[in-house]
């Protein structure tokens, strides 16, 4: 269980937090109104190859914004963008303030500092323990002494539940039990936006509603923005404040998880619903399949009564 405010436990962490924090701000840096993350009429392509086409979203700051799609969509890249791992082929990609695009290396790094990134399948390492995954962030990043890294590291761990489970390596860990993991480390340095890359792929259902409930748990205690990027759409709609939903790089849908439920377009009401029958088709396009086979030209040299006879 979560901390809650005013206890003691409570009032400890949230200072440390805060000194963690203040680490990682610039001097400089003119917190705007209500707006976090602003892309502008984003493009971006592989080559020849369009990927995003004139995204535009608005990201408040403390909210559960998901991004969501079929595989291919762009939302994956889009993660990647915001965090500046790649450059947008046009457009912008305002963050607190900063243009990713314009900034240096170091200005980059210092931006990532203050992410939180929950990969698709945990990417714990494999050879440090569940403790030293935790605290790595720490050790690389702050310069505390090692039994302030030791109590944040626990507080991290009771946050998701798993305090008792230090000392275990990720092999001896069940898929829910490492993506907790990976969480804790994810949010170790109480970081200013946390994206999570399909966070509830491969698990139960009931370490997906653990999961799904500490995305918003975690989200409202240290005042985080989170961005999720997912397929379980029904869990999702139920802990995010709104959705963007995009087809083939480009937005095609975004509102409340309840106007996402009542939207009429054929499209996303396939994607919200699980439909089989819709705009997307279970065949790859191609040709027709009985000319493919060749199938006609066999009827006609087979002889009458043959084999391939109607």
């Avoid at 939180?116 to 990417?123: R, T």
């Avoid at 489970?165 to 990976?182: C, D, F, Q, T, Y």
Wanted: charged share 20%; net charge neutral.
């Amino acid at each position: 269980m979560l901390a809650k405010p005013g206890h003691p436990g409570s009032l400890v962490a949230l200072t440390i937090s805060f000194r963690i924090r203040t680490l990682f701000q610039a001097t400089n840096c003119v917190v705007s109104s209500e707006i976090l993350i602003e892309i502008k009429d984003v493009n971006f392509a592989y080559g020849r190859r369009p990927i995003l086409t004139g995204i535009n979203m608005i990201i408040p700051r403390g909210k559960v914004v998901a991004l969501m799609g079929i595989s291919g969509s762009g939302k994956t890249t889009l993660l990647r963008l915001i965090g500046g791992v790649m450059k947008p082929t046009s457009g912008e990609i305002w963050v607190d303030g900063e243009c990713t695009s314009a900034l240096d290396q170091e200005g980059i790094y210092r931006l990532r500092r203050r992410m939180g990134m929950l990969f698709q399948f945990g990417a714990l390492f494999t050879d440090l323990s569940v403790f030293d995954n935790v605290a790595f962030q720490m050790r690389e990043h702050v310069d505390l002494p090692e039994s302030m890294i030791r109590d944040l590291v626990m507080m991290k761990l009771h946050a998701v539940g798993l305090r008792g489970a230090h000392k275990l390596m990720p092999a001896e860990l069940s898929g829910g039990m490492a993506r907790r993991v990976a969480l804790a480390r994810a949010i170790a340095l109480d970081p200013m936006i946390m994206m999570y890359d399909e966070p509830f792929t491969g698990l139960d259902p009931i370490s997906l509603g653990v999961i799904a409930n500490l995305v918003r748990q975690l989200n409202d205690t240290l005042g985080t923005t989170s961005l999720v990027v997912t397929h379980d759409v029904q869990e999702a709609l139920d802990v995010v404040d709104y959705v963007y939903y995009l087809s083939d790089g480009k937005m095609m849908a975004h509102g409340t998880p309840d106007e996402i439920r009542a939207n009429k377009d054929p499209l996303v009401h396939q994607f919200v619903y699980g439909e089989a029958e819709g705009p997307v088709e279970y065949q790859y396009p191609s040709g027709e399949y009985a000319a493919e086979l060749k199938l006609g030209k066999r009827r006609e040299a087979s002889p009458p009564g043959g084999r391939h006879a109607a």
